[in-house]
């Protein structure tokens, strides 16, 4: 089944992607610093703010608003994910060819390594401040929800220290506009 997304200008996005069966695979701090880079070289190609972030273990929450009117979601997500996913199997190839077994699966009868789950993940589109500033605290709290830390500002791979003027984050983030007060009008 394929996730359908919508690509309206003007929309922010919520996107959820997750590991291959939930396989833990970003447990590893190079590992995620590929992510970071990959997210980092995505936002300069296709023009995003990236307003929040959180790498977990198994699963990665972005919020991103994309500057120009036309552009593609899945477009996006693909040059996000196979960078990472391409650089983790060369890598198992060459150190760990035993790992390799946990992410191989089929397409027809060509046999293929997978990082991600199939599929898009979850887009949710957002437009307003309310849902914005939910999903951005959504986002930083998801390792204190999975008690993986005490606080957001503990977990070194989220927004959370970049939006309280952290330096040494694995990736900047871009100003979230003041929407309130177009709502108040």
Request: a positive charge; one cysteine or more; aromatic letters at 12%.
């Amino acid at each position: 089944m394929r996730r359908v997304f919508y690509n309206e200008p003007g929309h922010t996005h919520f996107l959820t992607f997750s590991c291959y069966h939930k396989h833990q695979f970003l447990t590893e701090n190079s590992v995620r610093r590929w992510l970071a880079d990959s997210v980092d070289k995505a936002r300069r190609r296709y023009a995003l703010s990236i307003w929040a972030y959180v790498f977990m273990p198994e699963h990665v929450h972005l919020l991103i608003s994309p500057y120009d009117d036309e552009y593609s979601i899945s477009r996006i997500l693909h040059a996000i994910k196979q960078p990472v996913a391409a650089r983790m199997v060369k890598q198992w190839r060459r150190e760990s060819p035993w790992k390799l077994s946990k992410i191989q699966t089929h397409q027809g009868r060509r046999p293929v390594h997978r990082l991600w789950q199939a599929g898009g993940g979850f887009d949710r589109n957002m437009t307003d401040w309310e849902a914005i500033s939910n999903a951005t605290s959504y986002i930083e709290w998801n390792p204190v929800r999975r008690r993986l830390v005490k606080e957001p500002l503990d977990w070194a791979w989220s927004s959370a220290r970049a939006r309280e003027g952290y330096e040494d984050v694995p990736l900047s983030i871009d100003r979230i506009p003041d929407f309130s007060s177009d709502q108040a009008t």
